[in-house]
């Protein structure tokens, strides 16, 4: 039988998609294995968003090349196959397949085609011919206006929390954000399938759901809005804690707000990406809402739901960011005193919008570096503050598995990581957690109580 190892760099979304890719593989015979000199196949799938991200990438398959050499087939797929296309066949030592998202189901048969050039025997050479240059890879690329996945049995790396996806690819054309570039368009999933998905979860005993879109409260499927289907999903038998990430605040609505609020098993999180601090650079960055918009939003929030946690994103350094608007972003950190935060210093992506900007619009990298850094500080204080407020408290944790360091580890439900030490056997369970001490960014937790199954 043949064995795979996939390595996922990157959001939410691709480690959903690893999960599909191990599925679509399983039902072709592959063993999943952890370790890539273990594997026949091995695929890297990949983030576009940074060019961090895609360079970790070139260096971790120079890395395999070794396994490679051995006779591993290499795969690299996602957002960064798309984007680059052939050009990543010769990089690195060389990859035998390049394949974007809405390939997958031709997974199986592309590894086929792709393991018999690679095996296949060479003709004698005739005096004076020349050895003939190893078989190309294989590039699979280009959108599906339907694929959806629907019927495709995902292989779950966790038994304990489920990503499902009610959503492919984006119709916002945010100006930095290379997604709907490697995503295509917006593609929503059918209510029955996300919610058959969701009852077979339960009935499989796993307690917790996130529901997964590029901008996913703009779903919307025959009639059904995002807050309709969120309600649903809540009240689902076995469903302890739902989520949801990452919405888009020019869709965020009082409705949501008021099904967040109501039904119980709707965790009282929000993950609302913000960007910037500024309207001008909110207008360039084509977000479409203000500024003022926003922490409307964040009011509604808080008023139904006073002790609510939340983060955020923000990019730094959008080419034409002046020092002003730099500074209206930390203020609304300060203002908004958000639990965690994403932030990132503006990544140049080949083929959106911002990079036909002026380019003395553009904000020298050492100037980047700099306001990045004092916005990590000034986040950092604010969450430390926040996380020794907590401390005492006694919060229902999910327990995810074992602990890097020993102990267990698992999340309350404002999606905060708490390490305790326990019997292993509470993996899949709740348990009360009495938080003793924090990082700043963690909890450490001493177990009060075990509860009931999940």
């Not at 500080?377 to 890097?404: D, F, M, N, P, S």
Request: charged residues 25%; proline residues 5%; hydrophobic residues 40%.
């Amino acid at each position: 039988m043949k064995r795979a190892y996939i390595e996922t760099y990157g959001c939410q979304m691709n480690i959903s998609d690893s999960e599909l890719m191990a599925g679509i593989l399983a039902e072709q015979g592959f063993v999943a294995t952890d370790k890539p000199d273990d594997a026949d196949v091995i695929l890297v799938n990949t983030c576009a968003i940074r060019d961090h991200a895609e360079q970790r990438v070139i260096g971790r398959v120079g890395q395999l090349q070794e396994f490679r050499r051995q006779g591993a087939v290499i795969g690299v797929t996602g957002c960064m196959a798309q984007r680059m296309g052939d050009s990543l066949l010769g990089r690195a030592g060389g990859v035998d397949l390049v394949m974007g998202p809405d390939a997958y189901r031709q997974l199986p048969d592309k590894l086929t085609e792709v393991a018999g050039k690679r095996t296949r025997p060479a003709l004698p050479l005739a005096f004076g011919q020349h050895a003939p240059q190893q078989p190309r890879g294989l590039t699979v690329l280009g959108f599906d206006p339907h694929e959806n996945y629907e019927g495709v049995a995902a292989k779950r790396i966790s038994r304990v929390s489920a990503w499902v996806p009610i959503q492919r690819g984006c119709n916002y054309r945010c100006t930095y954000c290379i997604v709907p570039y490697v995503r295509g368009d917006e593609k929503n999933r059918d209510p029955q399938a996300i919610l058959d998905e969701v009852r077979a979860l339960a009935a499989d005993g796993v307690p917790e759901v996130t529901l997964l879109g590029q901008t996913v409260n703009s779903w919307e499927h025959g009639g059904w809005s995002f807050p309709r289907l969120l309600r649903e999903v809540a009240r689902v038998d076995g469903i302890r804690r739902v989520r949801f990430t990452s919405p888009h605040p020019n869709g965020f609505t009082r409705e949501l707000v008021e099904v967040m609020a109501t039904e119980p098993a709707v965790c009282k999180q929000l993950h609302l990406p913000v960007q910037s601090g500024h309207n001008r650079t909110l207008k360039r960055m084509l977000r479409r809402y203000t500024v003022e918009e926003y922490l409307e939003k964040i009011e509604w929030v808080r008023e139904a739901m006073p002790g609510i946690a939340l983060s955020t994103d923000v990019i730094v350094a959008f080419p034409g960011e002046t020092d002003e608007e730099y500074q209206a972003t930390l203020e609304l950190m300060r203002a908004v005193r958000y639990d965690d935060a994403f932030l990132y210093k503006y990544s140049e992506r080949d083929g959106t919008p911002a990079t036909r900007l002026p380019r003395d619009q553009f904000v020298p990298d050492e100037v980047g570096k700099a306001r990045l850094e004092r916005l990590i500080e000034t986040h950092r204080a604010i969450q430390a503050e926040l996380y020794h407020a907590e401390v005492g408290r006694v919060e229902e944790v999910l327990v995810e598995k074992e602990g890097r360091r020993g102990g267990l580890q698992g999340r309350t439900e404002s999606n905060k990581v708490v390490t305790f030490d326990g019997p292993v056997e509470l993996i899949g369970y709740f348990a009360e957690v009495k938080l003793v001490s924090t990082s700043g960014a963690t909890f450490v937790g001493e177990l009060a109580h075990a509860m009931a199954a999940a």
